[in-house]
């Protein structure tokens, strides 16, 4: 169709990615284009990276030009680096090529350096134009006119090394290849009792290397920011035995590309190899090398970089005359100068350069320092020394509900951070019942050695509710085992679980004790949390089929009908939606109504029609309407769109809830894990018998009063109040259906 807008454009913006590729560039080009073409803009793509500036390859992009690619890996407008680019001359060339086609707007998608060329670009740009009008080469009037160039950046980095920002585009992705191929190295290893030498990415950052540690339950890490002990060899082959000896069959050393050692000499695998092999311990050496750049976005790339690419242009669209980058700063999208976290950025590398690695890991901020010596104490093989005569508290674990993926990460880190604070752990088996019936065991803690890799819970979960003839029996195995404090992992059933616990208080003193839970739910639905651990696995597990759905189509036309879980929370669907670039999403937070169906299948029939489209896409969570159901909404648009789509429903069902966890669902279980025990531990030696729940707000854990539960926007209350993902909600259809169709069809 044509895109003839019908008022003259407000301007020309271009659009490149530059440097590394990493996965979720694609969306975050579809989210940046459809969003300045949104705001009537004209937009071109700058194809291979500044080289392609300073040769001029530069082109138009329309709508469907950016259709079908945020589930592409790599970048679709190429990259590459050149070192022209970095002289002036390069960027003479550069700024004629811009001016040729009246742009004065730049987004770069790239790394510190691609980002770095372009404020040198921006702060040279009106001596560039003075120079060209000088030599005749523009216009005086395009002199006049375009004096200034604005940029803005979103960032492309796997290593997720930029200072100022949570995340950057790509490094969740790359975390899932090295967790992919850990957990497939886990198995070789585990058959030959293997020690496994891996190396991965970061450049000067170490964090693929830590998250992979943690996600995977490595035995051993190596990262720039905190360099092991002189006696780091030692240390390995003491491990390595003594863990053998305890009946560990896999040791899994992660090393980042950047490692040092305390007197700034490069550690890299073959290093550590030879050093092991001196000390007669075999090992084998995998450096994953590119695959960790390549293959399909994640789902949590896919909606974050569509994010940044959207808030990229808006940077543009508000003004200003410096230039900025769009970044996540507790969990929320936002900008922040490009300068200075550049400089920040460089400034923690030039650190370690230097040898300052504590400059460095300062850098990265309190969290990321606490995960670093959680990693520490979970690769150990035994807890720290008891300090003799010390009475140990007694914590008990239980996982209820559904179980969600992760939640083995959250035990295993109970278990061992639990010890490693002079705890015993008791855990739970089988969820409620195993409270009923008295199974538990004391954990050892060798025991979770291996548990990261599971989905569901290893523990054994449950959904039953104790009714109240129960409660003495589970007080009395309280009693037996002397329990002084419980954290339960879980979701609705798991509340309801420990709501049974805490109302049987006043009857059974056993039940007087600190009680924590910890929300674990795929539907991310539990009050008080924006997060819950499993909700990232389901969206990988719906994301992914819905890409195997969306390529079952040949040469028909086709919408596709998809039915995710959520229960009444709309928080799978609507990042599902996001994630894979749907026209509609239906929620249980915002009924759809017979006009907004009528409005949508008309309006998806003429996109269909005037579009060069062959698939559509509308996502519908499992209680989005008692009545609109999802064969409602397909018969619905199979009569409606008439000749010009087919329509096929499906309904995901089980397989969002299964499978291997993802990387965030790993890591997060840690920091909930950890958070919980280390309160708890706090709470006995308090003598606090509070109980509580632990919550997550733009990306901090906090604990607050079971009491106060209910004050949370719970789903029955119908959320009472907005959820922080509805703000997201908006840019579904809006970087889905072309304007001009939209424009055609104004909802009501
Ligand atoms: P990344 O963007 O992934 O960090 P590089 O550091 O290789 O990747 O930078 C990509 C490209 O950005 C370089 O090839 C070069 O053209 C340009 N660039 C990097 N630093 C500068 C700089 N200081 N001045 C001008 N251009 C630069």
């Known amino acids: ?31 940046c284009v459809r969003t300045a073409l949104e705001a009537n803009y004209r937009v071109f793509a700058i194809y291979e990276g500044y080289q392609g500036l300073i040769a001029g390859n530069i082109g138009e992009l329309k709508w469907d030009n950016v259709a079908n690619i945020i589930h592409l890996g790599g970048t679709v407008i190429g990259t590459a680096r050149s070192s022209e680019f970095r002289e002036r001359s390069g960027r003479l060339q550069a700024a004629y090529n811009l001016l040729k086609h009246q742009i004065d707007k730049l987004v770069v998608i790239g790394g510190d350096g691609s980002l770095s060329g372009a404020e040198a670009l921006r702060e040279e740009f ?21 004096r200034n160039l604005s940029v803005a950046g979103a960032i492309g980095s796997i290593d997720n090394d930029m200072i100022d920002s949570e995340v950057t585009i790509g490094a969740d992705s790359a975390l899932h290849r090295i967790v992919e191929a850990l957990d497939a ?78 007197k700034n000499n490069k550690l890299d695998a073959r290093i550590i190899k030879d050093a092991l092999a001196e000390r007669s311990i075999d090992s084998r050496i995998t450096i994953l090398g590119h695959v960790q750049r390549g293959g399909v976005p994640s789902a949590y790339d896919r909606c974050m970089s569509t994010l940044f690419g959207m808030e990229a242009f808006n940077i543009l669209a508000r ?39 504590q400059t460095a890991a300062m850098a990265r901020g309190d969290e990321w320092l606490r995960m670093v010596n959680i990693q520490k104490t979970l690769m150990r093989i035994s807890p720290p020394g008891e300090e003799p005569g010390k009475k140990r508290p007694r914590i008990g674990v239980v996982t209820a509900g559904r179980a969600a993926a992760g939640v083995n990460s959250a035990v295993r880190t109970i278990i061992r951070m639990g010890m490693a604070s002079g705890a015993e752990v008791l855990c739970i088996e089988e969820g409620p019942v195993g409270l009923l019936e008295n199974k538990m065991h004391l954990a050892h803690w060798m025991e979770p050695e291996l548990w990261n890799a599971f989905g569901g819970s290893r523990l054994g979960a449950g959904r039953y509710t104790p009714r109240r003839g129960d409660m003495a029996r589970i ?49 991310n639905d539990l009050p008080g949390s924006e997060y819950s651990i499993g909700c990232d696995t389901a969206l990988n597990n719906i994301v992914d089929a819905v890409d195997k759905i969306r390529n079952s189509t040949d040469t028909a036309k086709r919408t596709y009908v998809v039915e995710v879980m959520g229960r009444y929370s709309g928080y799978l669907a609507c990042c599902a939606a996001l994630a894979s670039g749907a026209e509609y999403c239906y929620t249980p937070e915002k009924p759809v109504s017979l006009d907004d169906l009528r409005h949508d299948v008309q309006e998806l029939t003429a996109a269909f029609r005037l579009e060069n489209r062959h698939t559509g896409l509308i996502i519908r969570n499992e209680n989005a309407h008692k009545d609109y159901t999802t064969n409602f909404i397909a018969s619905l648009f199979e009569a409606e769109g008439g000749s010009e789509f087919d329509v096929r429903k499906a309904v995901l069902g089980p397989l969002q809830q299964g499978g291997v966890p993802s990387p965030i669902d790993r890591i997060q279980a840690v920091r909930f894990g950890y958070f919980a025990v280390r309160n708890l531990a706090e709470a006995i030696a308090m003598g606090i018998r509070g109980s509580y729940f632990i919550g997550c707000e733009k990306g901090e854990l906090f604990m607050q009063k079971w009491e106060n539960l209910h004050k949370y926007p719970d789903p029955w209350q119908h959320f009472g109040g907005k959820r922080w993902w509805q703000d997201y909600e908006k840019a579904i259809h809006k970087l889905a259906i072309n304007p001009q169709v939209r424009q055609k069809y104004p909802k009501g």
């Not at 009106?126 to 375009?146: H, N, Q, S, W, Y």
């Not at 900025?324 to 900008?335: G, H, M, P, V, Y």
Request: hydrophobic residues 40%.
């Open 1 to 31: 169709m044509s895109d003839k807008t019908s008022s003259r454009p407000r301007g020309a913006i271009a659009i490149m990615t530059s440097g590394g590729d990493a996965p979720g560039m694609n969306a975050c080009l579809r989210g």
């Open 126 to 146: 009106p001596g560039l134009v003075d120079e060209l009008a000088a030599a005749g080469r523009i216009p005086p009037e395009t002199a006049r006119k375009f």
């Open 185 to 262: 190295i886990t198995s070789t290893a585990y058959s030959h009792q293997r020690t496994f030498i891996i190396e991965v990415m970061g450049r000067n950052c170490g964090h693929l290397a830590l998250m992979a540690a943690l996600a995977s339950g490595a035995s051993g890490c190596f990262i720039p920011e905190a360099p092991p002990e002189e006696d780091w060899a030692d240390q390995l082959q003491k491990n390595i035995l003594d863990g053998a000896a305890a009946g560990r069959r896999v040791n899994l050393i992660i090393v980042a590309e950047g490692a040092r050692d305390r």
């Open 319 to 357: 003004g200003g005359d410096t230039s900025s980058i769009a970044c996540l700063q507790q969990n929320r999208i936002t900008a922040t100068g490009l300068t200075s976290a550049v400089a920040k950025t460089r400034a923690a590398g030039q650190a370690l350069a230097a040898g300052d690695h």
């Open 475 to 523: 007080a009395a195995n309280f009693r037996q085992w002397q329990l002084d404090g419980l954290i339960l992992i879980g979701d609705w059933g798991g509340y309801r679980l420990m709501n049974k616990l805490l109302s049987s208080k006043r009857y059974h003193k056993e039940f007087n004790i600190p009680m924590i839970a910890i929300p674990a739910s795929i539907n």
